[in-house]
């Protein structure tokens, strides 16, 4: 009665580790092929998380207790308005903290001089804004000035981020003008992106004084911001429409803008699926790949199995021995795609500002995968491996 | 030590590679099989070496018939009792020779250190305490060989199989692959060499002549 034999989980991955590193070039292919698919992965999960981190730390700092009022549409569907007095209504609600208001000028455009034809308006529009708009809405001066109760007066104006930038305006200085509904108006401020109020990145924001005087504005607010108690934003929200306009409350429209941030987040995942689903396929194209390795490799190396199996390698034995190089070679390409994939998350993010964030889930998660991967990949040539007959595969040279 | 009775071997397709052998080899014994090629010398040593069964007849190794083994058992009974030379010398390229050496011992539940140990103080007793660390492509043919016999008999197998030991090398290695398979032989294990070189069967003590699968004399 013989000993029975045995191969030790440390010399099998010994073992296995010494067939891949007898192919260093070919390894590194498959590997790499593995790893491509896991960093796919990674980045994708990386990128959507570090985004999603960037905008709650925003909000965080933003505060969500922002609400904005805009008139809707009559019953028969046409535009409506928000009365002049509702400024001041929508401030008498209890928890209202601050109330202020924009007026969209359908009557006035601006140009970057008088020798712009008229219709190259660039999708910019003119605003009258009230002089506590800034505090409200969160926004802040980049250069120059806000508008004062002075200078709300007079043909002066300050222009969105994103509108200076089309109107060649870098900085506000007294002798920097536009030509603003048939007149010069002075630049005296250029804003910086509003993150809960992007439609004023494209505006050209004027005194409310100066546009009802000089440029035939009706004076009806077209979109009211208001910050509320934290604890009582739905409430307000509830009450928003009827105090705005108690006539036609159905003809108001009130949004949470941090919620529509949100939402637009969460479409954001709409498509961070299709790419996840899209790094999937190179990671089954990479476990393709290994397992094309692996069929080779066990072509290749049929005297060396004939071999083990005369030292008293069982099929179980040679067939281990198959299957920890194919997980070897695909957790080797796992890792390196999770690095990789955590490099590329850290050098985009960074570039976008962002902070790093990678779920450890992802990480975990793609080395899992490549672990089914490399099994997958093995099992056939594994076998294949074993099953070969000792003396076939000692005949071949 | 090896028992063969009423031995036959077809190979799928209807090739019969041995008829009817029957053949007892002694422990202890230096035997030569000899015969042209084709003759069904090969498929003798595999059967002999228990890395094939027989389709008629039964094989017996060191008292166990090997046709009723499961492949545990019989890779285990391979590995234990029976070393192996071949004319290809199978050694892993790139691998020190110690290391080659010490995988004879791999499959028998022995630690990796103890290997190593075990198969420098085989190299050595085989002469080739100066090439522990070559690399096979660092050693002449003649050297290659010898790195192979000590892997086949580094875990003390009562049994040498060595199929054309000498088919790949010129007469001055060969002469010392010979002297160095009497010398094993002379220290009690059975040896059984496959050959077709007249001269080198000549200096063997006893040879079994093999011709169109049945044995001759």
């Keep these: ?397 | 030590m090896i028992v063969l009775n009423g031995v036959g071997k077809t190979y799928p397709g209807g090739f019969q590679a041995l008829r009817d052998v029957s053949l007892t080899i002694d422990a202890g014994e230096l035997v030569g099989v000899v015969g042209p090629s084709g003759s069904g010398k090969s498929t003798m040593l595999h059967l002999i070496g228990a890395l094939d069964l027989p389709t008629k007849g039964t094989v017996t190794i060191a008292g166990t018939d090997v046709s009723r083994l499961p492949d545990r058992r019989l890779s285990a009974l391979r590995g234990r009792t029976v070393g192996f030379v071949f004319q290809q010398f199978h050694l892993a390229a790139g691998v020190p020779a110690v290391d080659n050496v010490a995988d004879g011992l791999l499959y028998a539940g022995v630690r990796l250190r103890e290997r190593r140990r075990r198969a420098t103080s085989t190299l050595e007793r085989l002469g080739l305490g100066d090439r522990l660390d070559h690399r096979p492509h660092e050693l002449s043919g003649g050297e290659k060989q010898r790195v192979a016999i000590a892997r086949a008999v580094v875990g003390d197998p009562p049994v040498l199989l060595a199929d054309e030991p000498t088919g790949n090398l010129d007469s001055t290695s060969g002469a010392e692959v010979m002297r160095l398979l009497r010398d094993l032989h002379s220290t009690g294990t059975t040896v059984v060499v496959i050959t077709h070189d007249r001269d080198l069967a000549a200096g063997l003590h006893r040879l079994v002549h093999v011709h169109d699968g049945q044995v001759v004399a």
């Excluded at chain 1, 006035?108 to 506590?132: F, H, I």
């Design chain 1, 1 to 397: 009665m013989t000993a029975p034999s045995r191969l030790s989980p440390a010399d099998a991955f010994r073992v296995g580790a010494a067939g891949l590193r007898a192919r260093p070039l070919r390894v590194f292919l498959s590997a790499l092929g593995i790893a491509i698919g896991i960093a796919a992965m990674v980045c994708v999960v990386g990128i959507a998380s570090s985004s999603r981190e960037s905008l709650n730390r925003q909000l965080a700092a933003l505060g969500t207790n922002l609400l904005r009022v805009s008139p809707g549409h009559t019953l028969h569907g046409d535009q409506s308005h928000l009365p002049e007095e509702s400024v001041a209504m929508i401030g008498r609600i209890g928890p209202v903290l601050s109330v202020t208001a924009t007026g969209t000028l359908t009557t006035a455009n601006v140009y970057r001089s008088d020798r712009v034809p008229p219709g190259e308006t660039g999708n910019l529009t003119v605003m009258a804004a009230r002089t506590d708009l800034l505090g409200t809405v969160g926004a802040s001066v980049a250069n120059g000035t806000w508008l004062n109760a002075a200078t709300a007066r007079y043909p002066a104006v300050v222009l969105g981020a994103s509108a200076a930038k089309r109107l060649g305006v870098v900085r506000a200085t007294p002798d920097v003008k536009v030509w603003l509904g048939g007149q010069w108006f002075t630049v005296v401020g250029v804003l910086r992106p509003v993150v809960l109020a992007p439609e004023l990145d494209f505006a050209a924001l004027v005194g409310w004084h100066a546009a009802t005087s000089t440029l035939r504005f009706d004076g009806y607010p077209t979109t009211v911001y208001t910050r509320t108690r934290d604890d009582a934003v739905l409430a307000v929200k509830a009450v928003l429409g009827a105090t705005a306009n108690p006539e036609n409350p159905n003809e108001v429209d009130v949004s949470r803008p941090s919620d529509a941030l949100a939402a637009k987040q969460a479409t954001d995942m709409a498509l961070t699926g299709l790419l996840l689903g899209l790094g999937a396929v190179a990671l089954l194209v990479g476990g393709v790949g290994v397992a094309n390795t692996m069929v080779i490799s066990v072509l290749e190396r049929r005297a060396e199995i004939g071999l083990r199996r005369s030292l008293g390698a069982t099929r179980g034995h040679v067939g281990i021995q198959f299957l920890t190089e194919s997980l070897l070679l695909s957790a080797f390409g796992g890792a390196g795609g999770a690095l990789l994939g955590i490099a590329v998350t850290g050098a985009y993010s960074s570039y976008q500002g962002w902070p790093t964030v990678v779920p450890a889930w992802a990480g975990a998660g793609g080395v899992a995968a490549t672990m089914v991967i490399g099994c997958c990949a093995g099992i056939y040539p594994a076998w294949r491996a074993a099953h070969l007959s000792p003396t076939e595969a000692l005949a071949t040279p």
